[in-house]
């Protein structure tokens, strides 16, 4: 699962490709050490920036929604501008034997199991300065991932980026 929300590095695949049906930023993270899984870096997601303009606008005091989902086809940044699937993913459910949801890959039997996920903020407007030192949580949703559409709150005393922006990362 990935956090789907404009401004985000590696939303239309590598290079100058627009893959609608890209799972890049979706790929597991297992075996590698942090240099290759930081910030996707095996998979070159690092080094494919949002377009210039593009940010996830963090209303101080308010909220900001993204999209959960195993691929940028199960969202609305896809082929269909209009998705409205409730989960990222086939709409069908697939379990595991142990009773898990595998696909999408929620890592959980319901909602009411799931851990939750977290965005944080580090205010380097290059990810090549942002640490593990200088990231930050700002927000959790309990309960997450389950739904496509999710929102977090922001707290009303979260500092403006600099000009230029910062760098958020989704967990």
Known sequence: MAAWSKGMYCMKGRGNENNMNNNLPVNPL??????DWWFQHFQGCDKEPPPDGDYLELPAGGSFTVEIATNRAFTTFGHNKNFSGYFGGPQELEYTPWG????????????????GTVFAISYQNSIDKVTSENLVV???????PWQRLTSYDVPKDLPPCPAGGCTCAWG
């Open 30 to 35: 297992v075996d590698m050490t942090k240099k």
């Open 100 to 115: 898990c949801v595998s696909y999408p890959n929620l890592h959980t039997p319901n909602q009411t199991a799931a851990p």
């Open 138 to 144: 700002f927000t959790v949703r309990n309960k997450t």
